[in-house]
């Protein structure tokens, strides 16, 4: 099983194309991951987290429909088997623990850094999920 990370992005699509090809030559199944940033840590009142629960469901869905349903039909329409999953949390973490989950043996994902001063105080979602990942990591340019 392996695990792309999508994220609309040129680097993104080059990962996904990368990771088709693979599940395609090794007849593995592909699981194509869109992850929202989403930060547990936020003091709300009770009606603010029944709206933030509300909204997070409401972009889960948009994601799927618009986002990873129609690139796991395409992947499919090319014999690919493969699953969508959107989900909120830290992008390198919750890939992680999707790879965990899932039983994957190779996460690849675009080499997409933040910019400026943010990608130096935080790094890059590739470089840290290298970091803390137990399976491959493939970074595709």
């Not at 349903?69 to 690919?80: E, F, K, N, T």
Request: proline content about 3%; overall charge negative.
């Amino acid at each position: 099983v392996f695990l792309v990370g999508v994220d609309c992005s040129d680097c993104g699509t080059r990962a996904l194309e990368y990771a088709a090809e693979r599940a395609k030559l090794q007849d593995a199944k592909l699981l194509v991951a869109h992850v929202i940033e989403w930060s547990p840590f936020q003091f709300s009142t009770v009606q603010e987290n029944e709206e933030r629960h509300k909204r997070r469901e409401e972009e889960i869905a948009r994601a799927h429909s618009e986002i990873v349903d129609p690139i796991v039909a395409s992947l499919q329409a090319r014999g690919i088997d493969a699953e969508g999953l959107v989900r909120h949390g830290h992008v390198a973490e919750t890939l992680d623990d999707l790879a965990k989950e899932y039983k994957v043996t190779n996460i690849m994902l675009g080499r997409l850094g933040a910019s400026g001063l943010r990608r130096h105080l935080f790094g890059t979602v590739s470089s840290t999920l290298v970091q803390i990942a137990e399976v491959p990591v493939t970074v595709v340019p």
